[in-house]
Nanobody, 121 residues
Framework: QAQLVEHGGGSVQAGETLRLSCKWSSRTFSTYAMAWFRQAPGKERELVAAIDWVGYKTRYADSLKTRAFISKDNAKKELTLQMNSLNSEDTAVYYC??????????????WGQGTQVTVSS
């Protein structure tokens, strides 16, 4: 079964930069749009950033577009997310996801298990 595995979560100091990666072993996700979502305690899951299957088109949550950067490397089978200037509101579980459609992000969704990111001041 195709799987997505996130790496890079943990505790981060406010103001620092976060880098998450998501790797897959199946060729399937190389032809899928992919995205990062996050869910903070007591809140609904929200889209952080999405990227098309080639890795050319990207879109971001309005509140994060100046601090986040998503990239996809099909040769390495890796999706990455970099976020700068972290603050306490970035504390959440971050999920990697794949879907057949880029915008809206839908159809055949597959989710990673999630990785906890905790920002401390």
């Amino acid at each position: 079964q195709a799987q997505l595995v996130e790496h890079g979560g943990g505790s981060v100091q406010a103001g620092e930069t976060l880098r998450l990666s998501c790797k897959w072993s199946s060729r399937t996700f190389s032809t899928y749009a992919m995205a990062w979502f996050r869910q903070a305690p007591g809140k609904e899951r929200e889209l952080v950033a999405a990227i098309d299957w080639v890795g050319y088109k990207t879109r971001y949550a309005d509140s994060l577009k100046t601090r986040a950067f998503i990239s996809k490397d099909n040769a390495k089978k890796e999706l990455t997310l970099q976020m700068n200037s972290l603050n306490s509101e970035d504390t959440a579980v971050y999920y990697c996801a794949a879907a057949e459609d880029y915008n809206p992000f839908q159809r055949g969704e597959v989710w990673g298990q999630g990785t906890q990111v905790t920002v401390s001041s």
